[in-house]
């Protein structure tokens, strides 16, 4: 790719940062009196610093930042390689959940047996798991037509209750206080670099040159990239659209489980019933933001992950509460999607080339793309 | 006729119209006048600056120079909205209609006529459309839905929306690219009523001979320039072919005899089935010999495609037999069919033949990126598809700046050739072509046809499919027409008459019935 193409591609995702930054910003703005007394202008300057300061002003802060930016980037990959099949998968957190759900119970059933075996056969585990649960609304899709979005949705639901179920009932550990699962033990993922910097780090940073390579550099990616763009054209050249759904919607399902076992395994080392993060559904802005390219996805992750991780120094220095980064991540992802907006606003035309994941997204309610 | 100087104004003039795009000079200080009254054509190579032209007519393009008047007066065009309240109308050669809305919605759309604020004017809007559809001679149901008339229909709807809205020049492009001859001289009817009323009218076509026929005078562009004006008594075909293109052309490829070996495919009683499940190829049988060209001519929309998509793997068949070199290959799918040597132009290369949006060298692979030696495993071998592509872009001339350009930014032409070089590479037995040169002009049909002569002669079996009648009777062997799914009148191509063709085309081979009127589904 050269790089005035590479520079149109980053135009919109980087005028959307600036103008979610700059609606942040009114925002602080005005909601300042309730805080402070008054109206205080200088405040998004204030939080901003700190907010920057907490996600990379000191080694720990890096640390941080890369290790919440870990689920992020695999979930990105689990909805970004959805959109280069022309697949929207809004499953991504379903498929987290039931990968956290088989590592905690795999984890927790080896947890006093060897490391080198109890690690593997859990990730492994989270790998699969997530992986089926990717399968089922990719063959639901191949060989009903039943759409992708409709499916991972309820399958989301699904996978909530189905969690809830598993870590009150047959998973509870027992003797403890609340409703949980057993301790990983042996399974718990080493810790590399500073206080929490866990060895998914690495999974999910060896996950974007695999997924580049795949899609770029051999003829699996080839079909799945031609069947996201043409699966007319795909069914003429002898591909099975119908395989390479099932196939790239099973991958997808495979990263957000392995996402999944990093947060249970490198993290919180057991999973509590009422278990939520949002990891699935902010993978879908970080794929759009990172214009479902591995690469882009890398550091739109790294940038979601460093707000998440400032965002605490934020709230102790300025007093702009942790929620405020839901607001920058909404309006970044209304910006993406009103790409036209953007270019009115800053009189830009280009990047018109590598949208065809926003037009996955807006096809996905029409109901167009059946293979 | 002679142009005498005329003291009423041209309806339209533009002068010394340029636009520049990078790269590209695609109008170089044109000048184009159109009388009152007059029928004048436009003609000129995919990719030679009509369409630009064209669309800075129509607002959708700002000249960089140059200034357009109409009647006299300048008149700065800034959209299409813009052109249609100046009395300027175009008809695409893809129809702008909207196929599950009907014959009156389609018409009105965009300018509904009002009862009162929010109620629009129904009745009187059909009251309308049905006297000025009489004004032609024709019998129009305003309430029928457009995706149910047959395209000659769908033709007269687009003519109807223009006059309704009191154009005043009319563009026509390729206007008679989908229509029987029978069709076609109908049209010519109608366009010479119009210009009769005194509409101008800017006829844009690649059929020489029809140019000459309606045309009051001929501009030709080239590469973005006029080289010349014809009156149509002072020109004939070849000069104008030459013209266009900048050199000789041969109008007819010189197709020699033909030596057709064994049966290379044989099609036994098959019936297909279109995505709503109605059977629109009834019991077609047919044979393909090595080294022949079966042409099936017929209009577009009488099973063709279908029968198409089920002999190359694309489309399940419900009942028959398809043998290839004596093998049964009914129920293969594409990939399968293409390792025993099939190769398949379709119709639509923008939506099954080509990926867009991928770069050329992506599309010239599009079928074999598995095989060696563009792939070692599942990994890709750059290099040798990079070697495949710059070799075939210089083989079939693909004029492109690079091959790492998307397909998308390519002329229709140029793309047709991506996918010819595609298909017609290697040792084949059988070649499917379906429409291989619609919408295509002169030169690059010249050099498609050549290629087509080169297979026939390595010992191909060839299935022409076109709606073009023309290029039906100048390559084919033997011909055959598809009338409502069924395949008529096969015949030896030295027998066969342009008149005797047509007719079976547009009736089947029953007693002439011209043109069915416009109710029910004529298609």
């Known amino acids: 790719m050269n790089l005035r193409r590479t520079i149109s591609v980053l135009t919109i995702p980087t005028l959307a940062i600036v103008l979610a930054l700059i609606v942040g910003g009114a925002v602080m703005i005005l909601s300042s009196p309730l805080v402070n007394g008054s109206l205080d202008v200088t405040l998004p300057f204030v939080a901003y610093a700190a907010l920057a300061s907490g996600a990379f002003g000191s080694v720990d802060a890096l640390v941080q930042t890369v290790v919440s930016a870990t689920p992020l980037i695999l979930a990105g990959l689990a909805v970004g390689i959805g959109f280069k099949a022309g697949l929207f998968n809004i499953g991504a957190q379903g498929q987290f959940l039931i990968g956290a759900v088989a590592a905690a119970a795999v984890g927790a059933g080896l947890a006093h047996a060897s490391p080198f075996v109890a690690i593997p056969a859990a990730v492994l585990a989270a790998m699969i798991a997530g992986a089926i649960y990717g399968f089922i609304p990719g063959f639901l899709k191949a060989f009903t037509g039943a759409h992708e979005v409709v499916t991972t949705i309820m399958l989301n639901y699904v996978a909530i209750q189905f969690v809830a179920y598993l870590i009150t009932g047959p998973l509870r550990a027992a003797g403890a206080t609340f409703a949980r699962s057993p301790d990983v033990g042996a399974a718990s993922l080493p810790i590399l670099i500073g206080d929490n910097g866990h060895l998914g780090i690495i999974f999910a940073i060896a996950a974007v040159p695999l997924a580049w390579w795949l899609l770029y550099r051999t003829t699996l990616g080839f079909e799945v990239r031609t069947v996201g763009a043409n699966p007319d054209a795909a069914r003429y050249a002898g591909m099975s659209p119908k395989a390479v759904l099932i196939a790239t919607l099973s991958v997808c399902g495979l990263l957000a489980g392995l996402a999944g076992a990093g947060e249970i395994l490198g993290i919180s080392g057991y999973m509590p019933a009422g278990y939520s993060t949002n990891v699935g559904f902010d993978g879908i802005t970080v794929a759009l933001l990172g214009r479902a390219n591995p690469i882009g996805i890398l550091f739109s992750g790294l940038l979601l992950g460093a707000m998440r991780a400032g965002s605490n120094l934020m709230q102790i220095n300025a007093g702009v509460p942790v929620q405020m980064i839901d607001v920058l991540q909404g309006v970044i992802l209304f910006f993406l999607a009103a790409e036209l907006l953007v270019r009115a606003i800053f009189r830009v035309r280009a990047a018109k080339a590598e949208v065809a994941e926003l037009q996955t997204v807006s096809r996905s309610y029409g109901g167009q793309t059946t293979p | ?523």
């Open chain 2, 1 to 523: 006729m002679r142009i005498e100087p005329n003291p009423a104004p041209p309806s339209l003039e533009m002068r010394g119209i340029t636009k520049r795009y990078p790269g590209v000079l695609a109008n170089d200080h044109i000048d184009l006048d159109v009388r009152p009254g007059e029928i004048h054509a436009l003609l000129g190579e995919n990719g030679a600056g009509k369409t630009t032209l064209m669309n800075i007519l129509y607002g959708l393009a700002t000249p960089d120079e140059g200034e357009i008047l109409l009647d006299g007066t300048p008149a700065v065009i800034t959209s299409p909205s813009d052109a249609i309240a100046r009395g300027i109308s175009m008809v695409h050669q893809h129809f702008m209609l909207v196929p599950v809305l009907s014959v009156a919605d389609n018409i009105l759309l965009g300018d509904e006529p009002m009862s009162g604020p929010i109620l629009m004017d129904r009745h009187g809007a059909d009251a309308r459309i049905r006297e000025l559809a009489s004004f032609f001679g024709w019998e129009v149901d305003p309430s029928i839905r457009v995706g149910n008339l047959s395209v000659g229909w769908q033709q007269r709807v687009e003519i109807l929306k223009a006059v309704y809205r009191q154009a005043q020049i009319l563009v026509l492009d390729e206007p008679t690219a989908v229509l029987t001859p029978q069709e076609t001289k109908e049209i010519f009817g109608v366009l010479r009523r119009l210009t009769g009323e005194g509409y101008s009218i800017i006829f844009i076509s690649h059929k020489l001979y029809e140019v000459l026929e309606i045309a009051d005078r001929i501009t030709v562009i080239r590469r973005g320039k006029v080289v010349g004006q014809r009156l149509p008594a002072e020109t004939n075909e070849e000069d104008l072919a030459e013209l266009m293109v900048g050199r000789e052309v041969e109008l007819t490829v010189d197709r020699g005899e033909s030596h057709p070996g064994g049966p290379t495919l044989r099609v036994d009683g098959l019936c297909v089935k279109d995505d709503r499940g109605r059977q629109v190829v009834h019991d077609v049988s047919l044979e393909v010999r090595a080294g022949e060209i079966l042409g099936i001519a017929g209009v577009a929309g009488n099973g063709q495609d279908e029968l198409v998509e089920a002999l190359t793997g694309l489309r399940a068949s419900s009942a028959g037999r398809v043998t290839l070199d004596g093998r049964d290959v009914t129920r293969d799918r594409s990939r399968a069919l293409i390792k025993r040597g099939i190769a398949f132009v379709p119709a639509d290369r923008q939506r099954f033949g080509l990926v867009l949006s991928y770069p050329l060298s992506d599309n010239l692979v599009l079928t074999d990126y598995y095989r060696e030696p563009y792939a070692h495993g599942i990994v890709r071998d750059d290099a040798a598809i990079r070697r495949r592509a710059k070799e075939a872009v210089q083989q079939y001339d693909v004029r492109t700046p690079s091959i790492d350009v998307t397909a998308a930014t390519l002329s229709g032409g140029n793309q047709q050739k991506v996918v010819v070089a595609r298909e017609f590479d290697g040792t084949l037995r059988l070649l499917v072509l379906d429409q291989p040169t619609r919408g295509l002009d002169v030169g690059s049909i010249e050099f498609i046809h050549r290629q087509v002569i080169a297979k026939r002669n390595a010992g191909t079996a060839i299935l022409l499919v076109s709606a073009e009648l023309d290029e039906v009777m100048e390559l084919s062997d033997r011909i055959g027409v598809m009338y409502r799914g069924r395949l008529v009148g096969v015949m030896d191509a030295r027998d066969a008459t342009r008149e005797e063709v047509g007719l079976l085309m547009a009736t089947g081979g029953r007693e002439a019935a011209p043109i069915p009127p416009a109710t029910g589904d004529a298609a």
